[in-house]
């Protein structure tokens, strides 16, 4: 038989049920979701999970880690880890199979080209931008241009021991140069060391043309203060008003109240490094940046060929200017080496 229940009686187990009802989640695991993004996210996007591992040179980080920013925006599920070694040191681990892209400021070298091709690693390389490598001092410091032989004088391999500039007098006398002589003050050298692109860029580009003709194989002194990261760089050339060393052009803009950079003859008069004469070529130590994408790893995780075609997109060049660089006059042969893969 069914009877009915009175009015208050109802009432009376509806709250029951209510409270049992609270006290069963009050009970229940909490669980989190990811940050809410600071852009509309889809439905699509917001599927897309996994993870993109970026390593190598301190130089193209910038942009590869602005990128990550944008990207995540709109995909918060997908976890993007950028470094900076140093893009020798990034190429180690992309040739051994431990990170999905590989930011370099040099093209890669045969040696490295070899690991990976021993280690059954395919890739793609991707030109991102122009970057000038920028020679830099202490804001106190006179010197305002020096040529491929006062570079070499100061800092290739014969000025080994020299702690003044004025020590390289007699060198830079042989060599030819119209700046020498320098005063008698302390050379304080803080530079990239031998893991990083542009090091190996800056010796191939201002050094070893020199040292060819000294006939030596060596092109730099070893006795400078090294460092991969270019901020650490930044604060020793800081620290000294006459201080010489040398980084990426991004890195001048954004620190030019503590360092000053020196105009570079390369043969065709003094050139100070700016956006107009980086992107030009009239800058004589102007150098590509580039991507390099594990082709296996593209194929297999969405995220990391999601993540490359978000930065050869309008949004993602963006990026470029924004961490100031100077953008390619085109971008046709890079998306094309991309969409071919």
């Known amino acids: 038989m069914i009877s009915r229940l009175s009015k208050p009686l109802i009432f009376v187990l509806a709250l029951a049920l209510v409270a049992a009802a609270c006290s069963t989640s009050s009970n229940s695991p909490t669980t ?4 809410a993004s600071t852009a509309p996210a889809s439905s699509d996007s917001n599927a897309l999970t996994g993870s993109v591992l970026i390593s190598g040179s301190s130089t193209v980080e910038p942009i590869s880690a ?7 925006t709109t995909n918060p599920n997908v976890s993007i880890a950028v470094e900076g ?17 590989s930011d ?4 890669i070298k045969d040696s490295e080209a070899e690991a990976c091709s021993q280690a059954g690693i395919s890739y793609i390389e991707l030109e991102i931008a122009i970057d000038g490598i ?12 020096l040529a491929f032989v006062d570079l070499y004088a100061l800092l290739g391999s014969e000025s080994t021991g020299f702690s003044s500039w004025s020590d390289a007098n007699d060198l830079a006398a042989q060599l030819g140069s119209t700046v020498a002589p320098y005063a008698d003050v302390p050379l304080a050298v803080t530079a990239p060391g ?7 860029t800056f010796i191939s580009l201002a050094l070893k043309p020199v040292a060819k003709t000294r006939d030596t194989e060596k092109a730099t002194r070893p006795d400078y203060v090294a460092s991969p990261n270019d ?3 930044i604060q020793g050339l800081s620290s000294s008003p006459t201080s010489l060393g040398w980084v990426g052009y991004a890195f001048f803009v954004e620190n030019q109240d503590k360092v000053k950079a020196i105009e570079i003859d390369g043969g065709d008069g003094c050139v100070f490094p700016t956006t107009e004469t980086i992107a030009s070529g009239t800058y004589p130590l102007a150098r590509s940046l580039y991507l ?5 790893k593209a194929a297999e995780k969405p995220a990391v060929a999601a993540y490359v075609d978000f930065y050869l997109s309008e949004e993602g060049l963006r990026s470029v200017a924004e961490a100031a660089y100077i953008p390619l006059a085109s971008y046709e042969a890079t998306v094309a080496a991309w969409d071919q893969r």
């Not at 140093?86 to 892209?101: L, N, Q, S, Y």
């Not at 920028?134 to 006179?142: A, F, H, I, K």
């Not at 031998?194 to 190996?200: A, I, L, N």
């Open 32 to 35: 989190t979701s990811p940050p």
């Open 66 to 72: 602005l990128n990550a920013e944008k990207f995540n």
């Open 85 to 101: 070694p140093g893009t020798g040191d990034g190429f180690k681990k992309f040739c051994a199979g431990e990170t999905d892209i």
């Open 104 to 107: 370099a400021s040099r093209r």
């Open 134 to 145: 920028s020679v830099l001092t202490g804001l106190e410091n006179d010197v305002k241009c």
């Open 194 to 200: 031998e893991e990083s692109g542009t090091y190996d």
């Open 231 to 233: 901020n650490v760089i």
């Open 292 to 296: 390099y994408i594990n082709t296996q």
